[in-house]
């Protein structure tokens, strides 16, 4: 509020009318004496002054709790650690985008702090080097070892075979099989001493306590050790056991063949060249074929796999034959129940057995007439029928001229449960004819008779 906010509201009593502002100002700050007028004056002063300072001095309030606010966080190093820490990362960018200089100073540190760490805690080394090891060993391998595109086809295959002098670590012979690239025996013999050198080194392993298997997906490196020499067999796929103790077996038969050309190898593979088909051989004989695996199997399990295909084989055959035979029987019961006068009511059928129970009129065709032409053997089927007389309208006639026997020149038909004679009746035969009728009425299936013209 200003003094110009004044204008139009009654002015307090220190104003008062004076020709000039020096008059009003020497009034104001007088103070000759004690008296109530110039204590009102005082407060009035007071008041007009806060009136006139009251932004200033909210200016310099905030000023100073801001000041206190800087100085404790200046003084608290959590809150400083906390402020520098928003700011660490961006600094750090943006210095690393301008130049290497902080890449150079803190160099020493980082080298220093690892090899401090891998003394201190090689497990957490292992396990920070682990997602690097196993991808730079697959593709050196992978470089190595061409795929197979008929893998799949096969549970495993033994692709290539390395023989390596042991304390030179080079080949003295290789073979591989038809299908897989043959890569080079010195590079994959270095390979395996490099690795070696990496496990003993490294886990201080003992000298004698070689590395018996490297995998890289479907690919894998059986290795055999021996005194003098090492195998080592490329296998894609998955191989079972029986195949390394194969490898054992084919090492200790090298070792006792060829003893005295280990002894004094200098170099020169010639002294093993007869090795090569002996591992070629090897190679063939332990591949994935059901050839192989079969002959690769104890006796006793082939005896018991025998017997389980034979068990198999008799069960589809029964199978197989039950199901034809079902076939068979049913169609020979469906072709008696459609003749007349036939009723079956159970039917049965069991190995070399077959049973079949009904009703039939005397008229109607034997079942066992129908056994022809079903494969059906006669003798093993056995039939139950109790006789009944059919109201079928033909057998109903039948039996009429069987137990009429209407003479010459008469014929009966049946029509709709009524029985017509038919024919000239002479004196010879109205005798016949009163017979007829009453015989005809016992005849399940005749309810009237007439003569007909």
């Known amino acids: 509020m200003s003094l110009l906010s004044l204008q139009g509201k009654q002015k307090p009593k220190w104003i008062s009318p004076v020709p000039n502002s020096e008059d009003a100002v020497a009034k104001l700050v007088d103070t000759s004496g004690p008296s109530d007028a110039t204590t009102d004056e005082s407060t009035e002063i007071e008041a007009v002054r806060k009136l006139l300072f009251a932004a200033d001095r909210t200016r310099i309030e905030e000023g100073l709790k801001r000041l206190d606010q800087l100085e404790q966080k200046l003084s608290d190093p959590k809150t400083r650690a906390r402020d520098a820490s928003e700011v660490l990362v961006p600094a750090m960018r943006l210095r690393i985008s301008e130049g290497e200089e902080l890449g150079e100073v803190l160099k020493p540190v980082v080298v220093s702090q690892f090899h401090q760490t891998a003394r201190d805690e090689p497990d957490i080394m292992a396990d920070a080097l682990f997602p690097i090891l196993g991808p730079a060993m697959r593709k050196m391998i992978t470089a190595m070892l061409t795929p197979d595109k008929k893998a799949k086809k096969r549970r495993y295959r033994l692709e290539q075979l390395f023989l390596i002098e042991k304390e030179t670590g080079l080949p003295v012979c290789h073979v591989s099989s038809d299908s897989a690239s043959t890569q080079d025996a010195d590079m994959v013999s270095g390979m395996l001493s490099a690795i070696q050198s990496f496990v003993h080194e490294a886990f201080e392993a003992d000298e004698f306590d070689g590395l018996n298997t490297l995998q890289v997906g479907e690919l894998s490196v059986w290795i055999e050790w021996g005194p003098s020499a090492v195998l080592a067999a490329v296998i894609r796929g998955v191989a079972p056991q029986k195949v390394r103790e194969a490898m054992q077996v084919k090492l200790e038969g090298i070792h006792q063949a060829y003893q005295a050309e280990f002894s004094g190898y200098s170099g020169d593979t010639a002294p093993f060249d007869p090795l090569r088909p002996e591992l070629h051989d090897f190679l063939h004989t332990h591949d994935g074929t059901f050839k192989n695996k079969w002959r690769n199997l104890p006796n006793r399990i082939k005896q018991i796999l025998l017997g389980l295909a ?49 009703l039939r009129d005397p008229l109607a065709i034997d079942p066992s007439e129908l056994l022809e032409g079903s494969g059906l053997n006669s003798k093993q089927v056995t039939f139950q029928f109790k006789a009944y007389q059919a109201l079928n309208p033909d057998f109903t006639l039948r039996r009429l001229n069987k137990l009429l026997a209407p003479p010459e020149g008469i014929t009966l038909a049946l029509e709709d449960n009524t029985l017509f004679i038919k024919g000239d009746l002479g004196l010879d035969k109205v005798k016949w004819f009163e017979q007829a009728k009453e015989l005809a009425r016992v005849v399940t299936g005749v309810d009237r008779i007439y003569l007909a013209d």
């Open 310 to 358: 034979i068990a198999f084989l008799c069960f589809v055959f029964w199978t197989v034959y039950g199901i034809y035979d079902t076939h068979r029987w049913n169609n020979y019961v469906h072709s008696v129940e459609q003749r007349p006068g036939i009723i079956v009511t159970d039917s049965q059928r069991s190995f070399r057995d077959y049973r079949l129970s009904g």
